[in-house]
């Protein structure tokens, strides 16, 4: 059964204290490693789409990288707006509408 | 930007309602989804269409129907509401199968039933 697990469940960092997220995965054959941030309330954001392990994608103080068995979404120098949940997923099955599997998330708060 | 709107944000319904949740995207998407997003269980796939009066049936189905007449619009039916459907409920859509094809989220419906 694919699964996968992110860690640690929540975080919480000093601003300018940088982190890292991690996402593992079990799956029979990956297409696409997705993360998504989340704010309270709100529905999932796009961040990052990773297909291939030793890719890497940045956006302002993040960057997800990509392993044959996880993902690390790394946070620089963070600022209490970058508090939320952060989730990440895995497309485990290529032409299949079903498309994504959802790990739990890691809820990080960043504190002034 | 492409952008999934969910009518209701917030709705308290009673045991044994009939309750609709409508979902639109401006983006001609072909595929639409209904995830509930419960803490600790994460998001599960109830129903998704790829195409219209096309649907198939997710990870957790029982008590719910989707409906999808237009390309553009998803509804989710609960026929008669449970408590234990009580949960935020969330609307995404993406362009096509296949690899690496972002799914978007609506912004949420938090549905109560008491």
């Known amino acids: 059964e694919d699964q996968v697990t992110q860690s640690p469940e929540a975080l919480r960092l000093q601003e300018g204290e940088s982190s890292s997220l991690n996402c593992s995965y079990t799956?029979?054959?990956?297409?696409?490693l997705f993360w998504y941030r989340q704010d309270p309330g709100k529905g999932p954001e796009f961040l990052f789409t990773?297909?291939?392990a030793g890719e890497e994608k940045e956006k302002e103080r993040l960057k997800a990288t990509l392993t044959k068995k996880e993902s690390f979404l790394h946070i620089t120098a963070p600022k209490p707006e970058d508090s939320a949940t952060y989730l990440c997923?895995?497309?485990?099955?290529?032409?299949?509408?079903?498309?994504?599997?959802f790990g739990s998330g890691t809820q990080l708060t960043v504190l002034p | 930007d492409v952008k999934v709107t969910q009518s209701s944000r917030y709705l308290v319904k009673r045991t044994g309602e009939k309750v609709f949740l409508e979902c639109v995207q401006d983006?001609?998407?072909?595929?639409m989804f209904w995830y509930r997003q419960d803490p600790g269980l994460g998001l599960r796939l109830i129903y998704f269409?790829?195409?219209?009066?096309?649907?198939e049936k997710g990870d957790i189905p029982e008590g719910y129907s989707v409906s999808r007449e237009k390309k553009e619009r998803f509804s989710l039916i609960l026929e008669s509401a449970s408590t234990n459907q009580t949960s935020m409920y969330l609307c995404?859509?993406?362009?096509?199968?296949?690899?690496?094809?972002?799914?978007?989220f609506g912004e949420g419906s938090w549905l109560t039933v008491v």
């Open positions: 799956v029979s054959g990956l297409r696409g």
């Open positions: 990773l297909y291939s």
């Open positions: 269409s790829y195409d219209v009066k096309m649907k």
């Open positions: 995404a859509s993406s362009l096509r199968q296949g690899l690496g094809n972002t799914i978007y």
């Open positions: 997923a895995v497309q485990v099955v290529a032409g299949s509408a079903r498309q994504l599997t």
């Open positions: 983006m001609d998407h072909e595929n």
